[in-house]
């Protein structure tokens, strides 16, 4: 990996995270310190550090066990953009995850799936990034509860069927942080949704049912119980759910696009899949 005279390539450790935080601000992104250092347990994330030992950009490679891989958290400082560093990050991430035997996947912005095309990604699902706040949002109604410890393993299973791999450390990590939400179908146990802590806005994701109709139940159940400004990555095919949240005062912030390097699953979920866990984790 060639890299640019002056900065030092390394292993991302827990000295690196206030440092990676600063280029997330930098971004405008959403991920908070404890989104890296579940990502660099669960992963390997690399970085790139000046000569004063700040991080200057970073890349992540997340392994699971369906045959695939995530790449995510592309991050150069502004400084150190137009050097080429995104792509020897990206290319770095790749091989690492072909070395293991795993297909890499990414989420790309408009701009970035042209690029990805170019280097051999093909596209799958298509998704975008909803902003908004709670002012306006429907009472929930139907047969929605707040999750329980008894509620986890099945939480775990159905992740795991609609996303294609076994995730659940992540999903528990997701629910065990401060602040953390998640609401289910009650009886069921066909839907969830949860909403944790980020840096700009509460995130959301995932939210998996059966039906748009139980999606918009789980959804308004946990506007009902967040305040501030949310975020959450709804796929593009799930038009009551995007009308719902637009009546509702959600914009669109920006789309994505689902990219794999090879054959990978479709993570429609079977229809199943409404919300994902965001473009950093799948």
């Known amino acids: 990996m060639a890299i640019t005279e002056g900065l030092v ?21 959403n991920q908070i310190a404890e989104d890296w250092r579940l990502m660099c347990q669960a992963g390997e994330a690399i970085v790139l550090r000046e000569d004063n030992g700040i991080p200057g950009a970073t890349a992540l490679a997340l ?15 502004s400084v150190l953009r137009r050097k080429g560093l995104a792509t020897q990050l990206l290319n770095d991430r790749v091989a690492w995850l072909q070395a293991r035997g795993l297909v890499p996947v990414l989420d790309a912005t408009e701009a970035g799936e042209q690029v990805y095309l170019k280097a051999g990604f093909a596209t799958g699902l298509r998704f975008t990034r909803w902003q908004g706040e709670r002012t306006g949002a429907h009472a929930p109604q139907g047969d ?23 995730r659940g450390d992540i999903i528990l990590d997701f629910l065990y942080r401060p602040g953390s939400k998640c609401f289910v179908s009650n009886h069921s146990k066909t839907g969830f949704i949860i909403a944790r802590q980020g840096l700009r806005a509460t995130q959301f ?31 593009d095919t799930r038009s009551k759910l995007a009308a719902h949240v637009a009546s509702l ?21 079977g229809g199943r899949t409404m919300i994902i866990a965001g473009p950093e984790y799948g």
């Not at 390539?9 to 992104?29: Q, R, S, T």
């Not at 914009?251 to 979920?269: N, T, V």
Request: charged letters at 20%.
């Open 205 to 235: 994701g995932p939210l998996v049912a059966d039906t748009e109709e139980e999606a918009i139940q789980l959804l308004d159940a946990a506007l009902s119980e967040t305040d501030g400004p949310v975020f959450f990555d709804l796929l």
């Open 9 to 29: 390539h390394a292993i991302l450790g827990p000295e690196d995270i206030d440092g990676a935080m600063d280029l997330v601000v930098e971004a405008g992104w």
């Open 144 to 166: 929605i509860r707040v999750a329980s410890e008894t509620d986890l393993h099945w939480i775990q299973a159905l992740d795991a069927a609609v996303f294609h791999a076994d």
């Open 249 to 269: 005062g959600f914009e669109k912030q920006r789309g994505f696009a689902r990219m794999s390097l090879g054959q990978a699953p479709d993570f429609d979920g």
């Open 63 to 77: 392994p699971y066990p369906g045959g695939f891989g995530w790449i995510s958290m592309v991050l150069v400082t």
